[in-house]
């Protein structure tokens, strides 16, 4: 096997990955359409060589495309419309419990695909999302109704607070009303006043 060869295919794998670590680690369903298109360039840029493309050519051409995400990434940061025109919109598909059938036809998403997203979510009941939206990468995001969010460890200290402090009240009622000695009379050397009629 010819040594160039293998030395070629190593340098470009080695390429690869610096130039995909410079793009930045996201997972398929976290790109957007321009780092897509890029990866999908790229894979193919590196295997080009090894069929007797020039090699310099080869990593000329993929570092093009590296720097070409970064600069779209950087207008993305400081243009919001230019974001909105590379990355789309976020689209509203649950509204307290209902589905929003216009924006899932727009999506080109059936129920069943929903349905699938949510059960990858753990969310069991569609009434129970106050809102639920599809976000650019394609992720489900969603608010659950406040009768369906989950108890926070914040909200259960603050119940055993209000529970506390009930039962630090009623105790102190209850240590009041059996504070009324019927031998108060005796322990005191002042006799009590009663009613006319008693005497």
């Known amino acids: 096997m010819d040594l160039s060869f293998i030395l070629k295919s190593f340098i470009l794998f080695f390429t690869g990955v610096v130039l995909l670590r410079i793009a930045g680690r996201k997972s398929i369903a976290q790109m957007?359409?321009?780092?897509?298109?890029?990866?999908?360039?790229?894979g193919h840029?590196?295997?080009?060589?090894?069929?007797?493309?020039s090699m310099i050519k080869a990593i000329g051409g993929a570092i093009i495309f590296v720097v070409s995400i970064l600069i779209v990434e950087y207008i993305q940061l400081h243009f919001n419309p230019f974001e909105k025109l590379i990355m789309g919109k976020t689209k509203i598909v649950i509204e307290n419990g209902k589905l929003n059938v216009k924006n899932l036809k727009k999506l080109r998403l059936t129920v069943d695909g929903l349905e699938m997203r949510m059960r990858n979510m753990g969310l069991t009941k569609l009434s129970d999302i106050k809102i639920g939206t599809i976000e650019?990468?394609?992720?489900?995001?969603?608010?659950?109704?406040e009768?369906?969010?989950?108890?926070t460890i914040g909200e259960f200290k603050k119940l055993m607070n209000q529970i506390?402090?009930?039962?630090?009240?009623?105790?102190?009622?209850?240590?009041?009303?059996?504070s009324q000695d019927i031998f108060a009379e005796i322990h005191?050397?002042?006799?009590?006043?009663?009613?006319e009629y008693l005497n």
């Open 45 to 53: 840029l590196i295997v080009e060589p090894i069929v007797e493309v």
């Open 164 to 178: 506390s402090q009930q039962n630090l009240t009623t105790t102190n009622k209850t240590n009041k009303d059996s």
């Open 188 to 195: 005191q050397n002042t006799p009590q006043k009663h009613p």
């Open 147 to 151: 009768d369906a969010k989950p108890l």
């Open 32 to 42: 957007t359409l321009a780092q897509t298109i890029v990866m999908i360039s790229l």
């Open 136 to 145: 650019p990468n394609g992720q489900l995001g969603y608010e659950l109704k």
